[in-house]
């Protein structure tokens, strides 16, 4: 294959994943806008997010960004996080879900333990994410997994699932960690002058 055609394809790759991104990222009617305003933001102006809503595909560093993975989904002991069971996907982004006890209190034995996020005691505690202690009450020692699991209505779920998306080596997440927890803490404003919850829904699938 000749340096032109293999140059052709590249390209064409490059176009289909970042109008595959685009699509993703539009799922919810308010996202193209917040978006628009996030890659305009200094602070969030991340090469990779600007080239993939710009469409410029001629920095070579523009990287792929794309959604994460919803509560829902962090939470579901037995499912699957970008390819992987999401203990391990826990496992890959630096934290630990939990160690699986079908004799803990709030386990029913008489169902299927290891789909039960009850049955399932320990694992990483908000003090290992400092920045989010305190959101919603919640205390350091508040494990990750039950505000997950348990946290809905809260800002502090969202705000969790988020910091695991960004902390996720094998996607590359709109936003850092550093920015998650910015934004979670009120240190930079909600793109679009949105509720914070509204907006990280836009985030992920």
């Not at 394809?9 to 305003?37: C, H, W, Y």
């Not at 630096?94 to 169902?111: E, Q, R, T």
């Amino acid at each position: 294959m000749s340096d032109l055609n293999k140059k052709n394809m590249e390209k064409q790759n490059n176009l289909m994943s970042v109008d595959k991104n685009r699509r993703q990222f539009s799922k919810v009617g308010v996202a193209t806008p917040i978006l628009m305003t996030l890659a305009s933001q200094p602070v969030f102006g991340g090469a990779c997010l600007s080239n993939m809503l710009s469409g410029n595909l001629s920095d070579p560093d523009k990287g792929d960004c794309g959604p994460g993975w919803s509560p829902g989904g962090w939470g579901n002991p037995v499912g699957q996080i970008d390819g992987m069971d999401t203990i391990d996907a826990w496992a890959s982004a630096g934290f630990v879900y939990g160690v699986l006890d079908i004799a803990g209190s709030g386990c029913n034995p008489g169902g299927q333990p290891a789909n039960n996020s009850d049955c399932y005691t320990g694992g990483s505690m908000l003090s290992s994410i400092p920045g989010l202690v305190g959101l919603d009450g919640y205390g350091g020692s508040t494990s990750l997994r039950e505000i997950i699991t348990h946290g809905q209505g809260t800002d502090a779920r969202h705000c969790v699932t988020a910091y695991l998306n960004a902390s996720l080596p094998s996607i590359n997440y709109m936003l850092t960690q550093q920015q998650v927890i910015d934004l979670c803490n009120g240190t930079i404003p909600v793109p679009g002058g949105i509720p914070l919850r509204t907006f990280l829904d836009t985030t992920w699938v």
